[in-house]
């Protein structure tokens, strides 16, 4: 049974850091395309990063130069650190798993999802 938990979202004061942990098991964590997506009230879910198993990354245009995302294998945990954040970040986060590993962002490919965690960032 795959299952991924999110931890890391709060509440920060635009500019602030948040950093996200996501915790997977019940696959072999070194042959997935991690991904995180967000979703805030009224709108779509959107891909904001992925990155595989060899640590090739993408990112949606909007958070590039402010968010990284990372993962440490031994601890099969992906991270989204997230910095310089403003209000329009402010979304449901949320891990996802590919286990095909097709290497793209649309949320369609992701089976596997976690609860989210809330980020809320203030002005």
């Known amino acids: 049974q795959v299952q991924l938990v999110e931890s890391g979202g709060g509440s920060v004061q635009a500019g602030g850091s948040l950093r996200l942990s996501c915790a997977a098991s019940?696959?072999?964590?070194?042959?997935?395309?991690m991904g995180w997506f967000r979703q805030a009230p009224g709108k779509e879910r959107e891909g904001v990063a992925a990155?595989?198993?060899?640590?090739?990354?993408r990112y949606a245009e909007a958070v590039k130069g402010r968010f990284t995302i990372s993962q440490d294998n031994a601890k099969n945990t992906v991270y989204l650190q997230m910095n310089s954040l403003k209000p329009e970040d402010t979304a449901m986060y949320y891990c996802?798993?590919?286990?095909?590993?097709?290497?793209?962002?649309?949320?369609?490919?992701?089976?596997?999802w976690g609860q989210g965690t809330q980020v809320t960032v203030s002005s």
């Open positions: 019940g696959y072999t964590y070194s042959r997935v395309y």
């Open positions: 996802a798993a590919d286990l095909f590993r097709r290497g793209s962002m649309a949320a369609v490919n992701f089976a596997f």
């Open positions: 990155i595989d198993s060899g640590g090739t990354t």
